[in-house]
């Protein structure tokens, strides 16, 4: 077997700095995209319950049940 190359203390050093940044920057970037994604996940569900009480909706229009349910309120 061929023994290990000894690798430069630069490109070391350059690789551990290059780590810590990455790691700086991830974070940066997680905590500038974490709200937002919540502002679109309480959109997303606020327009799934729209979406769903269509469907009920048009499902009961399809059944002709709707205007029977609302005659008897």
Do not use: H
Request: hydrophobic content about 40%.
């Amino acid at each position: 077997m061929v023994p290990p190359v000894a690798v430069s203390p630069v490109i070391k050093t350059a690789r551990w700095s290059f780590l810590l940044i990455g790691m700086f920057y991830g974070k940066q970037r997680y905590d500038y995209l974490k709200p937002r994604a919540e502002k679109e996940r309480l959109v997303e569900e606020a327009e799934k319950k729209i979406r769903e009480e269509q469907e009920k909706i048009a499902k009961a229009l399809a059944e002709g049940t709707f205007f029977k349910n609302a005659s008897e309120c």
